[in-house]
T-cell receptor, first 113, second 116 residues
Framework: EPEVTQTPSHQVTQMGQEVILRCVPI?????FYWYRQILGQKVEFLVS????????KSEIFDDQFSVERPDGSNFTLKIRSTKLEDSAMYFC???????????FGQGTRLTVV | AQKITQTQPGMFVQEKEAVTLDCTYD???????LFWYKQPSSGEMIFLIY??????QNATEGRYSLNFQKARKSANLVISASQLGDSAMYFC?????????????FGTGTRLQVFP
């Protein structure tokens, strides 16, 4: 069964460093998303991406964050100058259409020290 | 304003019994979708079931069913014949369908524990 794949599963980084979280969405999906979940809290929307551009972003998704689809398969989230409060589980998701169910990857746990 | 409300932070159920996890939502959009996801302790988010606002029938997927009461704006998840492996966090989520909105809004979750 096709699935969304995220790498790495766990990343530890020093405050101020840049990190890139990688995702391979399901191959025939056209809509891509990043969400985050701070430990013990609910899942929060960060950004949606369609047709090679951001279609929507939340207030969390400020200039520190960027997304890219560098080739036909990968979808990346870059976090510049990481802060302690960026520590969270980051989920990539994809869906075949804008109103259909989104399938999530297994998440990348980012720890900023 | 809170768009998805899950009022049960934790629920217990005995194995083989049915359990209902509550979810209420708030939207003025006539077109929306409601989702339930399961998050086991390993952390991944597993899609369980979907209900569209125009669907006439309640959604069912195996042991999962969604009790959709549109007038009350509720979308409760019913798990029948609970299994030990059902112990997890359960999140209700809503997607509003409009030209400039394309995201899931999640509730705070309900932690379900199934005991033998």
């Amino acid at each position: 069964e096709p699935e969304v794949t995220q790498t790495p599963s766990h990343q530890v980084t020093q405050m101020g460093q840049e990190v890139i979280l990688r995702c391979v969405p399901i191959s025939n999906h056209l809509y891509f998303y990043w969400y985050r979940q701070i430990l013990g809290q609910k899942v929060e929307f960060l950004v949606s991406f369609y047709n090679n551009e951001i279609s929507e972003k939340s207030e969390i998704f400020d200039d520190q964050f960027s997304v890219e689809r560098p080739d036909g398969s990968n979808f990346t989230l870059k976090i510049r100058s990481t802060k302690l409060e960026d520590s969270a589980m980051y989920f990539c998701a994809s869906s075949v259409g804008g109103g259909t169910e989104a399938f999530f990857g297994q998440g990348t746990r980012l720890t900023v020290v | 304003a809170q768009k998805i409300t899950q009022t049960q932070p934790g629920m217990f159920v005995q194995e083989k019994e049915a359990v209902t996890l509550d979810c209420t939502y708030d939207t003025s959009d006539p077109s929306y979708g409601l989702f339930w996801y399961k998050q086991p302790s390993s952390g991944e988010m597993i899609f369980l079931i979907y209900q569209g606002s125009y669907d006439q029938q309640n959604a069912t997927e195996g042991r999962y069913s969604l009790n959709f009461q549109k007038a009350r704006k509720s979308a409760n998840l019913v798990i029948s014949a609970s299994q030990l492996g059902d112990s997890a966090m359960y999140f209700c989520a809503m997607r509003e369908r409009s030209y400039n909105t394309d995201k899931l809004i999640f509730g705070t979750g309900t932690r379900l524990q199934v005991f033998p």
